[in-house]
């Protein structure tokens, strides 16, 4: 009986270190991209075509991609899509009640070649 408990106790010991070595190794979805942890509006920039960036006032956090590293402070959106213009109203009123914003990118480049596009995020107290 004795040698049975321990024989349990053995093989949840090996569980919890095969459980932790996995999530120590696994890639996180959190460090995937940058994000703006809690930041404030710098700058917002629209060009003719309808892509804009905003500049926060620290740089991003996270894991950013290569082709982002010389704007470490910026996410691109794209206001021809409904999404686009739902950024560019976030970043506005944030700007204007001098409001944070934590918001994620995509790891990718593909509004402006060499800023991380935006993800999703929201406008915080």
Do not use: H
């Not at 996180?28 to 703006?36: I, T």
């Not at 809690?38 to 804009?52: A, F, M």
């Not at 905003?54 to 590293?69: D, K, N, W």
């Amino acid at each position: 009986m004795k040698e049975m408990r321990k024989e349990k106790f053995v093989y949840f010991i090996l569980l919890i270190v095969i459980t932790v070595l996995f999530l120590s190794l696994a890639p996180s979805p959190v460090w995937a991209e940058g994000f703006a942890d809690y930041l404030y509006v710098k700058d917002i920039r629209i060009d003719r075509d309808g892509k804009g960036l905003v500049v926060f006032t620290s740089a991003l956090s996270g894991s950013r991609p290569s082709c982002a590293a010389s704007y470490p402070y910026s996410l691109s959106f794209d206001t021809n899509t409904e999404g686009g213009k739902g950024v560019y109203i976030l970043v506005l009123t944030a700007k204007a009640l001098n409001k944070t914003i934590f918001a994620r990118g995509t790891n990718s480049c593909s509004i402006f070649s060499v800023v991380e596009d935006w993800q999703r995020g929201w406008l915080s107290d």
